[in-house]
C-alpha cells in the first residue's frame, strides 16, 4: 500500500507545480477528459517532462473534486496483483482519476491493463498512463481502443514556454539565451542547466554538470569510448562498437549501454536521449580535440564501408546513420526527420503488393506507369509503410535503362534518356538510373517517408555499379563520370557549398577506344611527368579525388602491371611489359633479346599484355 505522505511532500508539490509552464494543448486534453471520462496515453523520451505533466493533471483533477491515484511503474511491482491492490478502488469510483507514470515498466501487464482492467473502468473514469514508448499497434488495431484512448506525444517545450521556464527559475539576459541555444526546448536539460548557471557555472559546467546528474560515474576507459561511440552514431548496435572500438568486448558493452536510463532502444540500434547526446558530444570535443575528430573518422568509415558492403536490408541504418554523423554540417540531401523515421519500414515489393500500389500511384495519375515498371523490374522497387498500422505511405524505385527500348513506355524515363544520350551517352556496359517516388500528400514535405527514401536513394547511387547517369535522385540529374558518387558524397558531408555545374565537369569522359589509347601512351611515358600530366586518365573517374593524379597514375599502371604476373595464364605477357616498361629497356628491341625472344614473338606477348591491362582498367574506369 502507499506510505502516508507528510508536510514536506506538500511543499515539494507546490513548488513543483509553480514552475511547471507550457503544456496548454495536453491540458485542454485532460481536462475535456474530466468532463466525460477517457483513456489517455501520453509517450516521449526521458526527460521531457512526462512525470511532470501528470504532476499537473493531478492537480487540476483534484481542483475539480476527483479522487486521484498515482502509480509509479518504476517503484510498482509488475503483477496484476500488484496493480489492484493500489487502483482496485478506481473500479468503483465514477469520480476516480488514475495516473500511472513509467508504464514501460509495466510491460507485461499492458495485455492484462487493456484487456481486464481498464474495461472494468466506470463511465465518467479518467485514466492516463504515460511512458516512453507510444502504445503498440494492438492498441490502435482494435476498432474500440482506437475510438477511446488518445495518444498524446509529448516534444520538447516550444520556445515561449522555454523561455518561460528560464524565467521561473530566475535566468535572464545573455546566459538565458546561452542556455536555450544549448538545450533547446528539453524540461530536464533547462532544469538541470538552470541550476548550474545560478550556481556560476558556465556552458562547458553546464555540459559537465548534465552529464554527471544524468550519466554519473562510468565503469572504465572502454565504457566511456561506447558512450562517445553512442553519442556521435544515429543508433548503435554491437557491429558498429565492434569496428570503432577494435578490441573492445563489443557484446558486453552494448549489454551495458542497453540497461543505461537515458539510453533507449529502436529497431535501427541503440541511442542516447537527444540532450544526452549533445553534451556527451560537446563535452568530448571540448576536453580531447583530436581524440574527437578521430572518432569521427572511423566511425565514418565504418559507416561508409558498410554502404558498400551491408546487404540490402541494412543500407537505410547505414546512409542514415553517415548523414546523422554530419547532420550539422549544412548540406545533407534533404531534410531528415529523425527521430520519427522509426515510425516508417521499408520493403521490398512483392506480387500481392500491386493494388495497393497502383491505388497510390493512382493519387498522382501515375498507375499506367508504375504498372508498367513493377512488372518488368520489379525488383526496382521499395514500398515504406507506417508501422502503427501498415499503410502504405509511400513507394520508390531505381530504374534501370541500359537502351533506349527500356525507356519508351514512360515519358519521364524517356526525357532522361533523350538527355543523356544528346550530352554523353553512356559507353558499352554502362547504364543511366531514374529515381522516381510517389508519396501520399499528406506523408510529403518534411516527413520520415520523405527521409527514407532519400536514404535509399543515396544508397542506390553509391551501391551501384557502371552507372553513367541518374536522374530525379540527389542530384537531380548528374554524370557520375565526372564527378563520382564517392566524390560528391565527400563534399555533401563537408558542407562544400560549390555547385556542381554539368557544363565544367571535373573530369573526362572516354569512349572504350580513347580510353585504351591513353593507357598506351601511359606505357609509354611513364617515366615523363610532363607527358603524364597532359594524360587524360590523370581527369579520368580511375583517378578522381587524387591530391597527386600524375603520381597516382604511374602508381595505378605499376601496380597492374604487378597484378599480372600474379595469374599464371598470363605470365608472358607479364615478362614483356615487365621488361619494357618497369626494368627500362631502352628500346623494344632490346628488350625482346633481353628475353630471348624473337621480336615478331616479343611484339604478340607486348600487344597481348597492353590489352590485358587496358581491360582490366576499363572495367574500373565504369565501376567508378
Known sequence: MTEPLGALHGRLQAARLRAFVGRKEERAAFDEALCGGGVLFVHGPGGVGKSALLRCFAQRAAEAGRTVTVLDGRVLVPSPTAFLAEAGPVLADERAVLLVDAIERLDGLAGWLRER????????????????????????????????????RLGDLDPMDADALLESRGVAGVLRDQLLAFAGGHPLALTLGAAAVLDGRRPHDLVAALLDDVVGDVPGPAHRQALDVCALTYRSTQDVLRAVLPGADAAALFSWLRRLPFVESSPFGLFPHDVVRQALDADLRWRDPEGHADLRLRVRAHLTERIHAADDADVLRAVGSLFYLHRAEGRAPGPHVWRAVDEVYEDVFRPEDADDVLRLAAEWDAAEVVAHWTTRQPDAFRLYRTIADGELAGVSAWLRVASERDSEADPVVAAAWAHARATAPPRPGEHLAVHRSWVRARRGGT?????????????????????????????????WRTVPARVWLDRVLSGAREPMVQHEPELTVLSQDEFADAVRKTLRHLSKHAELARNPLTRSRLLAGRADPVGALRELVEDAIRALGRDPRAAKPHRALDMTYLRGAPTQEVAAERLGLSFSTYRRHLVAGVERISEDLWRRELSG
Request: glycine share 8%; proline share 10%.
Open 447 to 479: 516527413s520520415p517517408v520523405v527521409s527514407l527514401i532519400r536514404w535509399r536513394a543515396v544508397g542506390w547511387l553509391l551501391r551501384s555499379d557502371h552507372l553513367a547517369w541518374s536522374f530525379g535522385a540527389e542530384p537531380p540529374a548528374h554524370d
Open 117 to 152: 482492467f481498464l474495461p472494468r473502468l466506470p463511465a465518467g473514469a479518467v485514466v492516463v498512463v504515460a511512458g516512453r514508448v507510444a502504445p503498440d499497434v494492438t492498441w490502435r488495431a482494435d476498432p474500440g481502443w482506437a475510438e477511446v484512448v488518445r495518444v498524446i
